[in-house]
């Protein structure tokens, strides 16, 4: 064949917590974001280097959390470092920041909508950083899709 059609790869969203980080990722078409786990800081880049070995990955969109006037919050300098250590450890994979406002409130009632119980949904914080992690690369995706309208 003269030409081989080009294949996408999964766009993959973090939510980047001290204690928990919510990993999402796109289906292989960048259509649908879906929760793939929640891990620790001390095991996100092994949990990286297994999914890009067996996914194609185009970029990943990590959460910028902000304040309301646009700027960068305290929480920043949490994140710095990961991405200092992300670069240098996956140099050729891009990164946008994209922002992560209201995602924990929009996932808790994302989460309560569902029908999750109380009970449940007190001892399975990890959930919530999961359904963040969504709601960042989904809204990553929309506002993609708007720039071509």
Not at 80 to 94: D, I, Q
Not at 120 to 148: G, P, W
């Amino acid at each position: 064949m003269l030409f081989e059609l080009y294949k996408m790869g999964r766009i993959l969203a973090i939510d980047y917590g001290q204690k928990r980080i919510g990993i999402a990722a796109t289906d292989p078409e960048q259509i649908i974001a879906n929760g793939l786990d929640t891990v620790s800081p001390n095991e996100i880049f092994q949990f990286l280097s297994d999914y890009f070995a067996k996914e194609t990955v185009d970029k990943v969109v990590i959460g910028k959390p902000q304040n309301m006037n646009g700027e960068a919050s305290a929480s920043m300098k949490y994140i710095e470092p990961f991405v200092k250590g992300f670069k240098k450890k996956f140099p050729n994979m891009p990164i946008e920041f994209h922002d992560e406002r209201f995602t924990s409130v929009l996932a808790n009632r994302a989460i309560l909508e569902s029908g999750v119980k109380k009970k449940e949904r007190r001892e399975n914080k990890k959930l919530v950083d999961k359904v963040s992690a969504v709601i960042i690369l989904q809204s990553y995706l929309e506002s993609q899709r708007m720039k071509f309208l």
